[in-house]
């Protein structure tokens, strides 16, 4: 009995070598496989609807393609991973126009200006727009292709140590920005010190005193748990932040039309349902924040036209506007109120 087992055994490894030798000699490709990095915590509604976007990608494919998920910045950080795109490496995080203008394409900078937009519409005018595509265009031939732009991200507001009511209270508070020129000129012009740090690293810097807040959507304010280090937020709305995944135009193009098309259509089907759990999630989030501790302020009309009316100098900055198309402001401003 014993060697029929042993027998039968054997037989069945050998099916199975000349079963892979002959999917191997028939041209069986293996999956392409997309390893998505993002600096969300799981649980947060990018994460939830990159999980989302894992299975829809593999129904689509049949399986042919995957995505692998690595939150919590476990793959590096955003600027990171997008130096290992530009250099073929089949990865993709989501990023936004501060980082696409150090990239090639300067006038893509103003969609993370203060106060650009009024409502999400605004947002989906412009990277509807006949200019949103020419910008992309010219990011592809600097080696970076957007694969979807219709992702909400969240209104943005500020969460500090001390509470903040008007520009003024900002004077001399080191406030944690993304490494770019954009976020930290976006943040200055509200009067605050603007200190680029890796997310990751902002926990410890308020537990430390290196930076006296941060500013980011509730969602991701709760899931960084900075609540525990910082106890007050003011709903500025200075960002209203969509945001876009990214992969290198090399690995794109070495995808056949059929499976960039799988690709692009999974990246939309999942942006439409992270807006869809956003409002749910936020309102989550906020109840969260209250409970640990935080306490909310709503600027009055008058106060926010303050935070507006200083914005407007982040639109005539040498380092920003001078890099820009003359006129760009206009431009989108047309856009946007068409």
Request: aromatic fraction near 10%; hydrophobic fraction near 40%.
């Amino acid at each position: 009995m014993k060697k029929a087992c042993m027998f039968a055994l054997v037989l069945v490894l050998a099916a199975c070598i000349f079963a892979s030798g002959q999917s191997e000699k028939a041209g069986v490709a293996k999956p392409v496989v997309l390893q998505i990095g993002y600096e969300n915590n799981p649980g947060e509604p990018i994460d939830l609807a990159c999980h989302e976007w894992q299975k829809i990608i593999e129904e689509k494919s049949n399986g042919t393609m995957k995505i692998e998920l690595f939150p919590s910045s476990q793959l590096g950080k955003k600027t990171d991973l997008i130096d290992q795109m530009m250099a073929g490496a089949a990865v993709c995080t989501l990023a936004d126009g501060a980082f696409y203008a150090e990239r090639g394409v300067p006038d893509f900078g103003i969609v993370f200006g203060p106060y650009l937009f009024n409502t999400w519409e605004d947002c989906w005018k412009l990277t509807e727009s006949d200019w949103y595509a020419q910008q992309s265009k010219k990011l592809e031939a600097n080696g970076l292709k957007i694969i979807s732009s219709n992702w909400i991200y969240g209104d943005r507001h500020t969460m500090t140590k001390k509470p903040v009511k008007v520009p003024a209270d900002l004077k001399g508070m080191k406030i944690r920005v993304a490494n770019s020129m954009v976020f930290i000129k976006g943040f200055e012009c509200l009067g605050a010190t603007p200190t680029p740090l890796a997310l990751g690293e902002v926990y410890t810097a308020l537990q430390q005193g290196v930076v006296d807040g941060l500013e980011n959507p509730l969602t991701t304010l709760e899931g960084g748990k900075f609540q525990e280090v910082a106890k007050y937020v003011i709903l500025d709305g200075h960002i209203k932040n969509f945001t876009t995944f990214v992969v290198g135009t090399a690995f794109f193009n070495s995808l056949t039309a059929e499976q960039q098309n799988i690709l692009l259509e999974s990246a939309r089907e999942a942006g439409l349902y992270n807006n869809s759990i956003q409002s749910a999630k936020e309102a989550e989030a906020r109840a969260k924040l209250e409970a640990g501790g935080v306490t909310f302020y709503t600027p009055t009309a008058s106060e926010k036209k303050m935070f507006q009316d200083a914005a407007l100098q982040f639109y005539s900055y040498p380092e920003i506007a001078g890099n820009w198309t003359p006129g760009l402001h206009e431009t989108v401003k047309a856009i946007i109120n068409k």
